[in-house]
């Protein structure tokens, strides 16, 4: 008996008989692939939150220095210091001050 099989044959009826492992095999590789790419994009934006977390403590700190910076700037003394010194400036006299009253 010369027989010949068909191979095509014999693997798709190989295929049906397995068919629960393969698709088993297939939804394992998926999941598998699937958590590499969450972990991936997970490790590109902890990087980036990383950037920006540095980037505000970076602004914080200079408001903080801007902040003391304009609390020197306008303290009272600094202002009238400047003002007689650069501006040549000094109180009126109690003669040349003059009331104004509101209706």
Request: a negative charge; glycine letters at 2%.
């Amino acid at each position: 008996m010369d027989r010949r099989l068909n191979l095509g044959l014999l693997i798709l009826i190989d295929l049906k008989r397995h068919l629960f492992q393969i698709i088993l095999g297939v939804a394992t590789l998926g999941t598998a692939l699937t958590t590499i790419v969450i972990t991936d994009d997970t490790r590109s934006v902890t990087a980036e939150l990383n950037k920006v977390q540095s980037i505000t403590d970076e602004l914080e700190v200079e408001w903080r220095h801007l902040v003391l910076e304009q609390n020197a700037l306008a303290e009272h003394s600094r202002v009238s210091d400047i003002a007689k010194e650069k501006l040549a400036m000094t109180r009126p006299k109690p003669i040349d001050e003059k009331m104004i009253s509101l209706p």
